[in-house]
Antibody, heavy 115, light 107 residues
Framework: EVQLVESGGGLVQPGGSLRLSCVAS????????MNWVRQAPGKGLEWVSY????????YYADSVQGRFTISRDNAKNSLYLQMSSLRDEDTAVYFCARGRPPDSWGQGTLVTVSS | DIQLTQSPSFLSASVGDRVTITCRASQGISNYLAWYQQKPGQAPKLLIY???TLQSGVPSRFSGSGSGTEFALTISSLQPEDFATYYC?????????FGQGTKLEIK
């Protein structure tokens, strides 16, 4: 069974940093591209970032370009999102999701940016 | 960036009804479109990809159609578990944008 488990969310002040993790199991992680998708409270889905299976292909949404960094460690079956210069509008549940299109999703981790 | 516009944003229907949700792209995206279902407090679930291919395990009452800029998700006979919010997503070019969502409610 495919499982994706996110962690690392929490409360952070504007301008602060946070690192999200997603641990994968039940499939060969190293052969799949991975995504981060977020959802602000009561709002719709927003695609954030994608990393290819070998991390040579990386894309970001304009809203996070230059502030967020996606990475992966295939030896640890893990996906990461390093977030810096956080803003109020980055408050959201962050999902990791497998593949293109994303066919398996974690349950998400809540990031709250507030002073 | 490619914009996706879903209509309607809200839809009220009854069990057994046939409903259609549309998704319009701001430029041609061939068939690079997926549909998701999301229930409150849950992660999205992939229903359809490549505009019309049913994801494994998804009931056959769900179907997708379209190509280019106009797409549709149809539920042939609504079941109680289908009341949820539905999103389209384009996978033609980055950023992989989503539509704003369509909330399907019980009449």
């Amino acid at each position: 069974e495919v499982q994706l488990v996110e962690s690392g969310g929490g409360l952070v002040q504007p301008g602060g940093s946070l690192r999200l993790s997603c641990v994968a199991s039940g499939f060969t992680f190293s052969t799949y591209g991975m995504n981060w998708v977020r959802q602000a409270p009561g709002k719709g889905l927003e695609w954030v970032s994608y990393i290819g299976s070998s991390d040579t292909t990386i894309y970001y949404a304009d809203s996070v370009q230059g502030r967020f960094t996606i990475s992966r460690d295939n030896a640890k079956n893990s996906l990461y999102l390093q977030m810096s210069s956080l803003r109020d509008e980055d408050t959201a549940v962050y999902f990791c999701a497998r593949g293109r299109p994303p066919d398996s999703w974690g349950q998400g981790t809540l990031v709250t940016v507030s002073s | 960036d490619i914009q996706l516009t879903q209509s309607p944003s809200f839809l009220s229907a009854s069990v057994g009804d046939r409903v259609t949700i549309t998704c319009r792209a701001s430029q041609g995206i061939s068939n690079y479109l997926a549909w998701y279902q999301q229930k409150p407090g849950q992660a999205p679930k992939l229903l359809i990809y490549a505009a019309s291919t049913l994801q494994s395990g998804v009931p056959s009452r769900f179907s997708g159609s379209g190509s280019g800029t106009e797409f549709a998700l149809t539920i042939s006979s609504l079941q109680p578990e289908d009341f949820a919010t539905y999103y389209c997503q384009q996978l033609y070019s980055y950023p992989y944008t989503f539509g704003q969502g369509t909330k399907l409610e019980i009449k």
